[in-house]
């Protein structure tokens, strides 16, 4: 079973940038799909972006241009590099490792973004 650990959260003005990690325990990390999700207050988790084992990414539509996610095989890390932050990105940011039917949930990043 993988663990995953995020790391790189905290405060920041709008505009600004951080860099989220997530580092992963385990030896599915490499062939694994890996994904970071948010979850605001009041609302339901959601997608942000995803990469595959190949490297393919897919981004939600409001952070696309602004947020880069990465990962590093060698050192069972993925990334996500968020940039001109917005008030409503304001959120826990999540690290998923998906590969067929196992899955597994970091303990959440918070990330809080003023105006």
């Known amino acids: 079973q993988a663990r995953l650990v995020e790391s790189g959260g905290g405060l920041v003005q709008a505009g600004g940038s951080l860099r989220l990690s997530c580092a992963a325990s385990?030896?599915?990390?490499?062939?694994?799909?890996m994904g970071w999700y948010r979850q605001a207050p009041g609302k339901s988790r959601e997608l942000v972006a995803t990469?595959?084992?190949?490297?393919?990414?897919n981004y939600e539509t409001s952070v696309k241009g602004r947020f880069t996610i990465s990962r590093d095989n060698a050192k069972n890390t993925m990334y996500l590099q968020m940039s001109s932050l917005k008030p409503e990105d304001t959120a826990v940011y999540y690290c998923?490792?998906?590969?067929?039917?196992?899955?597994?949930w970091g303990q959440g990043t918070q990330v809080t973004v003023s105006s």
């Open positions: 998923n490792l998906q590969y067929y039917s196992s899955t597994a």
């Open positions: 385990g030896s599915i990390f490499s062939i694994a799909t």
């Open positions: 990469i595959t084992s190949g490297g393919s990414t």
